[in-house]
């Protein structure tokens, strides 16, 4: 028999058997269409964590004070230094004129304040590098290595490093991103297995009740593959159909829940936003996620029916 | 054609059941062999060693020159292929038409769409449901069903149609329509083995009868009666 008939007659009898046995393809669909969701919903969740861990890991800088007398060059042969040390993500310079404009900005209100800057006449602020690490955790190797260049040439002119004023706010921000991050993940992990396996499970059940029609197949001769055929073939219309559902579904949703995400993350993360512009790679992975569950499934599930 | 040879069958489950005893038989082509006997006799197990669904504990069953329980898996789908099977719960497909049950048997065997669509009226027909071909097994009365699953055991032309109480479900009616139709066949040269306690079947058969009692053959008479 040809390849071609073959497959024609097994994707058939997919199609009969997965709109004959309606209810069972529609229990399929519904298990499957959850698990998928859970499944999205772990991921937006997933990224809300780590947008929010990011705007957290970016408000966290060391700051490296420079004496006023520094000169430019001094202070860029400690940021080159700087930006040469693999931890680290971003150095800026903020020159001694930015840093006083700065300090107007922020207390221009204080009277006293600015009276005595002006009578001061020349800027009493020197140069300044603001130094923010590829992750929190790294500051204190950042901190050590600025404390080992003060006292060589290199550093002679730096006056004053924040990170011992603000060490243990820093070091306890460290952990609780560190430990968020772990638990996010352990999280979406065991829910995704919880939930591969409940689909499994939805899988096995629909090709139990079709136990009887396996056995009468093996019984007229039918080949492995004509008999598990059908079955995966239902496993993918399972998948697809489910993955579009929640393709479909997600976007109300998403913006349903946009303005709550919205001002529980500070603007972090919005669920439309990221939906929209994350769309292509959430159909393709639901549609693919849903297709190889529902194949994969029905491919377990029936050898040990095949005899 | 069927030669058992000293074969013997126990299960092995919560207690040991012996369902056959050093069983000797041998069926030629072309035979008509009802199997006859009281419920626990031995007549099915004997019958499901032949297309394998049961192994043999000792002995050997040949089925031509090949030994059943020796066959790789290929080559025992291409043996259930070349057997019909009818049994007392008809074992059709539940969401499979008529037409679809019947032309399923000639699929598996790599018959042509246009054999099939030529094949399965003329076989329905044959065996009286022509009128029925579009309707699921569940809309179909017993007897109908198992003529059905006569049409199915049949359409391939295989060598030998295995019949296990095929009328144990069905009223005197049916039964006899469905013992004429085993006839005909029978007629046609296939080789029939069918297994029975009904004791107007196998009289109106008038053929060989093998009686069994508690796994062994009691009797084998080549043109019998029931006698137990």
Same mark, same amino acid.
């Given at each position: 028999?040809?390849?071609?008939?073959?497959?024609?007659?097994?994707?058939?009898?997919?199609?009969?058997?997965?709109?004959?046995?309606?209810?069972?393809?529609?229990?399929?669909?519904?298990?499957?269409?959850?698990?998928?969701?859970?499944?999205?919903?772990?991921?937006?969740?997933?990224?809300?964590?780590?947008?929010?861990? +990011?705007?957290?890991?970016?408000?966290?800088?060391?700051?490296?004070?420079?004496?006023?007398?520094?000169?430019?060059?001094?202070?860029?042969?400690?940021?080159?230094?700087?930006?040469?040390?693999?931890?680290?993500?971003?150095?800026?310079?903020?020159?001694?004129?930015?840093?006083?404009?700065?300090?107007?900005?922020?207390?221009?209100?204080?009277?006293?304040?600015?009276?005595?800057?002006?009578?001061?006449?020349?800027?009493?602020?020197?140069?300044?590098?603001?130094?923010?690490? +590829?992750?929190?955790? +790294?500051?204190?190797?950042?901190?050590?290595?600025?404390?080992?260049?003060?006292?060589?040439?290199?550093?002679?002119?730096?006056?004053?490093?924040?990170?011992?004023?603000?060490?243990?706010?820093?070091?306890?921000?460290?952990?609780?991103?560190?430990?968020?991050?772990?638990?996010?993940?352990?999280?979406?992990?065991?829910?995704?297995?919880?939930?591969?396996?409940?689909?499994?499970?939805?899988?096995?059940?629909?090709?139990?009740?079709?136990?009887?029609?396996?056995?009468?197949?093996?019984?007229?001769?039918?080949? +492995?593959?004509?008999?598990?055929?059908?079955?995966?073939?239902?496993?993918?219309?399972?998948?697809?159909?489910?993955?579009?559902?929640?393709?479909?579904?997600?976007?109300?949703?998403?913006?349903?829940?946009?303005?709550?995400?919205?001002?529980?993350?500070?603007?972090?993360?919005?669920?439309?936003?990221?939906?929209?512009?994350?769309?292509?790679?959430?159909?393709?992975?639901?549609?693919?996620?849903?297709?190889?569950?529902?194949?994969?499934?029905?491919?377990?599930?029936?050898?040990?029916?095949?005899? | 054609?069927?030669?058992?040879?000293?074969?013997?069958?126990?299960?092995?489950?919560?207690?040991?059941?012996?369902?056959?005893?050093?069983?000797?038989?041998?069926?030629?082509?072309?035979?008509?062999?009802?199997?006859?006997?009281?419920?626990?006799?031995?007549?099915?197990?004997?019958?499901?060693?032949?297309?394998?669904?049961?192994?043999?504990?000792?002995?050997?069953?040949?089925?031509?020159?090949?030994?059943?329980?020796?066959?790789?898996?290929?080559?025992?789908?291409?043996?259930?292929?070349?057997?019909?099977?009818?049994?007392?719960?008809?074992?059709?497909?539940?969401?499979?038409?008529?037409?679809?049950?019947?032309?399923?048997?000639?699929?598996?065997?790599?018959?042509?769409?246009?054999?099939?669509?030529?094949?399965?009226?003329?076989?329905?027909?044959?065996?009286?449901?022509?009128?029925?071909?579009?309707?699921?097994?569940?809309?179909?009365?017993?007897?109908?069903?198992?003529?059905?699953?006569?049409?199915?055991?049949?359409?391939?032309?295989?060598?030998?149609?295995?019949?296990?109480?095929?009328?144990?479900?069905?009223?005197?009616?049916?039964?006899?329509?469905?013992?004429?139709?085993?006839?005909?066949?029978?007629?046609?040269?296939?080789?029939?083995?069918?297994?029975?306690?009904?004791?107007?079947?196998?009289?109106?058969?008038?053929?060989?009868?093998?009686?069994?009692?508690?796994?062994?053959?009691?009797?084998?008479?080549?043109?019998?009666?029931?006698?137990?």
């Amino acid at each position: 028999m040809s390849v071609w008939l073959h497959s024609k007659r097994i994707a058939r009898y997919g199609l009969i058997g997965f709109i004959r046995n309606g209810f069972v393809s529609l229990s399929a669909i519904l298990m499957l269409t959850i698990t998928l969701f859970v499944m999205a919903g772990l991921v937006m969740a997933s990224a809300a964590l780590s947008s929010t861990l +990011k705007q957290l890991n970016d408000k966290v800088d060391v700051n490296v004070y420079f004496s006023v007398k520094a000169s430019n060059d001094d202070v860029q042969g400690v940021k080159l230094a700087l930006e040469a040390l693999p931890d680290v993500a971003q150095v800026t310079y903020v020159s001694p004129d930015e840093a006083l404009a700065l300090f107007r900005s922020r207390h221009g209100t204080d009277q006293v304040t600015m009276q005595a800057l002006d009578q001061l006449g020349d800027n009493p602020l020197g140069a300044s590098l603001s130094i923010r690490a +590829k992750n929190t955790s +790294k500051y204190q190797d950042i901190a050590n290595y600025l404390e080992s260049v003060q006292t060589a040439a290199l550093g002679a002119s730096i006056t004053k490093v924040n990170f011992n004023q603000n060490k243990t706010a820093i070091q306890r921000l460290s952990d609780i991103i560190e430990t968020s991050r772990r638990v996010g993940y352990a999280t979406v992990i065991i829910f995704m297995i919880a939930s591969v396996i409940i689909a499994f499970n939805t899988i096995r059940l629909t090709i139990y009740t079709a136990r009887d029609e396996i056995g009468v197949m093996n019984l007229v001769g039918a080949g +492995k593959w004509y008999v598990r055929g059908p079955f995966m073939i239902a496993g993918v219309l399972y998948g697809a159909i489910a993955g579009l559902f929640v393709v479909v579904f997600l976007y109300p949703f998403s913006a349903w829940t946009a303005p709550g995400s919205d001002r529980l993350f500070a603007g972090a993360f919005n669920t439309l936003d990221f939906y929209t512009s994350h769309f292509l790679l959430f159909f393709f992975t639901l549609m693919g996620t849903g297709v190889a569950l529902g194949v994969l499934s029905s491919f377990l599930a029936i050898r040990r029916y095949l005899r | 054609m069927i030669l058992y040879d000293n074969v013997s069958k126990i299960y092995n489950g919560g207690s040991t059941t012996v369902a056959l005893q050093n069983i000797n038989l041998s069926v030629e082509p072309g035979e008509f062999v009802s199997i006859v006997g009281h419920s626990g006799a031995g007549k099915s197990t004997l019958i499901k060693l032949l297309f394998a669904e049961v192994i043999p504990s000792e002995g050997t069953v040949f089925f031509g020159s090949k030994e059943v329980a020796k066959l790789s898996q290929q080559e025992l789908r291409a043996l259930r292929r070349n057997i019909g099977t009818v049994f007392q719960d008809f074992r059709l497909l539940p969401t499979k038409n008529v037409y679809e049950n019947v032309a399923f048997a000639m699929e598996v065997a790599g018959r042509s769409d246009d054999d099939i669509k030529a094949d399965v009226p003329h076989v329905l027909e044959l065996v009286g449901v022509i009128d029925k071909m579009w309707n699921f097994p569940h809309q179909l009365s017993g007897g109908e069903q198992q003529r059905v699953a006569i049409a199915r055991a049949i359409v391939n032309q295989p060598d030998v149609l295995l019949a296990d109480e095929p009328t144990g479900n069905l009223d005197p009616i049916n039964t006899h329509d469905v013992v004429n139709i085993l006839k005909k066949i029978n007629d046609l040269g296939t080789t029939v083995v069918l297994t029975t306690h009904n004791k107007v079947v196998v009289d109106s058969v008038g053929r060989r009868v093998v009686t069994m009692d508690q796994g062994r053959i009691i009797r084998d008479d080549k043109s019998g009666k029931y006698t137990l």
